[in-house]
């Protein structure tokens, strides 16, 4: 499955292929009030929101660097080019 869906900045159509993880919390919040009122496939926090919830989990779990939404952007475009994504793809799932 994939995630298809025009960018805000560019208007370029975006294509991003669903992770096994990414299904199951789509499935998890299906009938969530706030997807449901925002027509959202999850919760959706602001930065800031999501980078202090990502600080608490790294001090929980023990990760001595700084998690936030930079890294994550950082992340994902790894775990596509090491599943065999090709980098142009990557590069315009990352909108440039």
């Excluded at 775990?79 to 994504?85: A, H, K, V, Y």
Aim: positive net charge; aromatic residues 8%; glycine residues 4%.
């Amino acid at each position: 499955r994939w995630l298809i869906k025009d960018r805000g900045k560019t208007e370029v159509t975006a294509m991003i292929p669903l992770l096994p993880i990414v299904d199951e919390l789509i499935e998890k919040y299906k009938d969530h009030p706030y997807c449901k009122l925002n027509s959202r496939l999850i919760p959706v926090n602001s930065n800031y929101r999501y980078n202090v919830y990502l600080k608490e989990l790294a001090e929980i779990c023990g990760i001595r660097r700084e998690l936030n939404t930079h890294l994550a952007r950082h992340t994902f475009a790894d775990l596509m080019l090491n599943s065999g994504i090709p980098w142009e793809d990557v590069s315009k799932m990352l909108g440039h």
